[in-house]
C-alpha cells in the first residue's frame, strides 16, 4: 500500500508543476489558436460532436441571460478554489477573451442548478440548467489496462469505499462477512469497527470476476476504470451523471444492473459465473462505450466548442 500511495503522490507532484507551468505562459498564445480548434470539428463526424455537444450543453437553451453570479474568465484564480477543478476549467477557457463571463460551481453537484451552471455533474434527471464540463478528470477519468481475462479472476465480488451515505451503508451491512464477497469500508465513520477491511488497489480489485460501483456524494468513482478492464460492473441504475454520460448506459448491456437494496446480486453472480459468454459481451460493451473518452484531441475539442456554444447563447461572442 505504502509504494502505491507514493506512486500517485508522484504523479499528483507531476501533475501540479506541469499545469502550474502551463498556467503561467502568456494566455495570447492560446486565444490565437482558438479558431484552430473550431475548424478541428470539421475532421470528425458531425454526428459524434453533435450528440455529444447536445448531451454535455442541453440542447433545450436557445439564449441564456448571464447569470448574477458569473465570474470574468480573467477574474478565476487557483486561490481559494479546488486545484483539480479549476485547472480543467483553465485549460479550456484560456483560449477566449479574458473579459468574457461563466458562471461554474466546483464539487460534488447533486442537485439541479437555478442557473445555466458549468458543473463537474448532475442529477440525469436534471432541469437543463446544469452544463457538464470535463472537471476533476484527474480523480475520475482513470481508465486502465487489465492483463486478466475474465475467466481467470477469481469468482468473487469486491468493493472498498468510504461509507457516508444510506446506500453504502446498506451494502457493507449485508455484505461484509458473506463467502465470496470481499466487502468493506475503508474508514470507521458510519462503519462499525467489523466492517472496515483493509484498502485493496485498483490492481488487486481487478483480480476479482465482479466490482461494485456504487453512487457516493454524486457518481461512484470507480465506473469509469471498471468498465474499461475485464472485470464485469454491477451497479444499480445510476441518478447522477458526468462526461461520461452515465444516463446513456444501458443496463444489462453495459453493465449488470442490481436491485437497489442489492437483494439480487448473489443470483447474478451465479447466472455470469455460468455464463460466461453473456458476461464477456457485457464487458465488451462497456470498453467500447470507454473508447470515445480516450480520443485526448476531441475531448478538449468538445469542452472548447461547449464553452464557445455558451459564450454565443449568452450573446458575449458572435
Not at 32 to 47: A, S
Not at 172 to 194: C, M, Q, R
Not at 251 to 257: A, D, E, G, M
Request: with cysteine; net charge positive; proline share 3%.
Amino acid at each position: 500500500m505504502k509504494s502505491f500511495i507514493n506512486k500517485i503522490k508522484r504523479i499528483k507532484l507531476f501533475y501540479y508543476i506541469s499545469n502550474a507551468f502551463i498556467d503561467l505562459l502568456p494566455k495570447f498564445l492560446f486565444r490565437n489558436n482558438l479558431k484552430y480548434w473550431l475548424n478541428l470539428k470539421n475532421k470528425y463526424p458531425k454526428e459524434v460532436i453533435e450528440t455529444r455537444l447536445n448531451y454535455y450543453l442541453n440542447n433545450s437553451l436557445k439564449e441564456i441571460e448571464i447569470p448574477a453570479s458569473s465570474i470574468k474568465i480573467e477574474d478565476i484564480k487557483l486561490k481559494n478554489n479546488k486545484s483539480f477543478y479549476y485547472y480543467d476549467l483553465i485549460k479550456i477557457i484560456r483560449y477566449f477573451d479574458k473579459k468574457l463571463k461563466i458562471n461554474y460551481k466546483f464539487g460534488d453537484i447533486d442537485v439541479n442548478q437555478e442557473k445555466p451552471t458549468f458543473v463537474k455533474s448532475r442529477p440525469i434527471h436534471h432541469n437543463g440548467n446544469s452544463i457538464l464540463l470535463k472537471l476533476n478528470s484527474f480523480r475520475h477519468f482513470n481508465f486502465i489496462d487489465d492483463d486478466l481475462n475474465f475467466s481467470e479472476k477469481k469468482n468473487e465480488i469486491i468493493w472498498r469505499g468510504m461509507v457516508h451515505k444510506e446506500n453504502r451503508v446498506s451494502l457493507v451491512e449485508k455484505f461484509y462477512d458473506k463467502p465470496n464477497f470481499n466487502v468493506g469500508s475503508l474508514t470507521l465513520g458510519n462503519s462499525k469497527p467489523e466492517w472496515v477491511k483493509p484498502f485493496i488497489s485498483i490492481k488487486e480489485q481487478l483480480e476479482y470476476k465482479f466490482i461494485l460501483s456504487i453512487e457516493g456524494h454524486d457518481v461512484a468513482t470507480n465506473l469509469k476504470w471498471i468498465m474499461s478492464s475485464n472485470s464485469l460492473c454491477f451497479m444499480p441504475k445510476p441518478k447522477f451523471e458526468t462526461w461520461y454520460m452515465e444516463g446513456k448506459l444501458i443496463p444489462n448491456f453495459h453493465y449488470v444492473l442490481i436491485k437497489d437494496d442489492y437483494s439480487d446480486v448473489e443470483e447474478k453472480m451465479d447466472f455470469y459465473s455460468k455464463n460466461t459468454s453473456e458476461a464477456e459481451k457485457i464487458i465488451k460493451n462497456a470498453q467500447n462505450w470507454t473508447l470515445q473518452f480516450k480520443d485526448k484531441k476531441l475531448e478538449k475539442l468538445l469542452s472548447i466548442l461547449i464553452m464557445n456554444s455558451y459564450l454565443q447563447k449568452t450573446k458575449q461572442l458572435k
